[in-house]
């Protein structure tokens, strides 16, 4: 008798495989979630500090790092904080690099225009923990030597100062952000300036270091593998040990409207410069990484160095030249109005791709990145979003960007004999 006819869907062993591959889909896309929900961080209020923990297997290893936000300083007083951060890490016996790093611990500062940040590395044990909070509440006491100390430091800055006024790219990309932001704090050198750091004095800094810095940090966030109650836990016992003074309001001074006023400066030399400072339209990270992944690319093929530079409210980029005095300056203008092809296109976004992947498996740089971002305002989700934007390929958007770009005001400045 003939076998009974079945459609073929109704077969079991096509059941199964198509069950198989229904539960792999399910699955992989249950892991990719979890895989973005922990790279989005806790939140949650410590007294004055916002803290933030961030779940990552770090390979036995932990990030944290403390953001104070000076606020804006008189020019009178520019490299005030740069004296700061030079005495706060002497305070430490052969130096807070060294100190810590006798104890297994990598200690660093970041200064910028806009914040200043602690940022430690260290073993996820709790006897380097305690070691590391020792080691930051020491930082932050006052030393019998602090007077010794800032002298010290005013003397190598003022030293750098006048080295500086006689290197020419650094006075042109200087003078490229004073005609994108005169009068403004963005447009004064970090270090200080001769005419500065001749003035401020031990007085001042002292002043500076207890109105801004010793106070509890702004922000803290902790990386590691460590959950919600361990993170909390180890929140409390770092920031019981620091400094529990009012957190300081003073805000950042309102990011004037960028104008374009070429500048020319004269100085004794053999060779001249140029530079561009170019402030970034606004963007998601994105489209931004997408943005200075093509720049870079342009600055390569026209022997320009492309660096990002931050400012008080809005990213900068720098484009600098320097050429033979017969020869002639680029032109700015022709290089923001050439646009990527499609295999151009193409290699960018493998490229962010692979920047994205690097953020993610680089503890402290990841840690940096949300930090910056956390400060600016910016959802610290963004991975995720840029987990979505990277599959969509948002070719359209990012080559408006960069029709956008084309039409910002530019501070330029040369320098030439």
């Known amino acids: ?22 539960i792999t889909i399910v699955l992989l896309n249950w892991h990719e979630r979890q895989r973005v929900a922990a790279l989005i961080p806790w939140q949650w209020q410590q007294g004055s ?9 770090n390979k036995g290893s932990e990030v944290w790092i403390l953001s104070f936000a000076p606020g804006a300083i008189a020019e009178a007083q520019a490299g005030t904080a740069a004296l700061a951060d030079t005495m706060l890490q002497e305070r430490l016996p052969g130096g807070a690099s060294h100190w810590f790093l006798d104890r297994q611990i990598a200690f660093s500062t970041q200064l910028t225009q806009e914040h200043w940040q602690i940022q430690l590395q260290l073993p996820d044990d709790e006897d380097h923990r305690q070691q590391a909070i020792a080691g930051l509440q020491q930082l932050f006491s006052p030393a019998a030597d602090d007077q010794q100390h800032t002298e010290q430091a005013r003397l190598r800055l003022l030293a750098q100062a006048n080295l500086l006024a006689s290197h020419g790219e650094a006075l042109a990309i200087q003078g490229s952000l004073m005609a994108l932001y005169p009068d403004h704090p963005v447009s004064r050198p970090l270090y200080g300036s001769r005419a500065s750091l001749a003035t401020v ?22 990386l590691g593998d460590l959950d919600e109650s361990q993170a909390k836990q180890l929140a409390q016992q770092l920031l019981a040990k620091l400094p529990q003074q009012a957190r300081a309001t003073q805000a950042a001074p309102t990011l004037p409207s960028a104008r374009a006023e070429p500048l020319a400066l004269q100085r004794p030399q053999l060779r001249q410069q140029a530079a561009m400072a170019l402030p970034l339209p606004e963007a998601d990270p994105y489209q931004r990484t997408l943005l200075l992944l093509w720049l ?3 600055g390569q093929q026209h022997q320009l160095q492309v660096s990002p530079w931050r400012s008080s409210e809005q990213p900068v980029v720098l484009f ?8 002639a300056p680029p032109q700015w203008q022709p290089l923001l109005q050439q646009q990527p092809d499609s295999q151009q296109l193409d290699t960018l976004f493998r490229q962010v791709a692979t920047e994205r992947k690097n953020l993610e498996q680089d503890p402290l740089t990841l840690a940096q990145w949300l930090t910056l971002a956390w400060h600016r305002g910016q959802p610290l989700s963004v991975l995720k979003v840029w987990d979505q934007q990277q599959a969509d390929e948002p070719r359209q958007a990012f080559l408006q960007l960069l029709t956008q770009l084309a039409r910002q005001p530019r501070g330029e400045a040369t320098v030439h004999p």
Do not use: C
């Open 201 to 222: 004095d031990a007085s001042t800094v002292d002043h500076f270091v207890s109105q801004f810095w010793q106070t509890a940090p702004q922000q803290l966030l902790l």
């Open 296 to 298: 870079t690319q342009l």
């Open 320 to 327: 600098s030249w320097e050429g033979d005095l017969q020869a």
């Open 49 to 57: 500090t916002e803290v933030r923990a961030l779940h990552h297997d």
């Open 1 to 22: 008798m003939a076998e009974a006819y079945q459609p073929l869907f109704n077969r079991t062993y096509l059941k199964v495989i198509l069950w198989v591959v229904a």
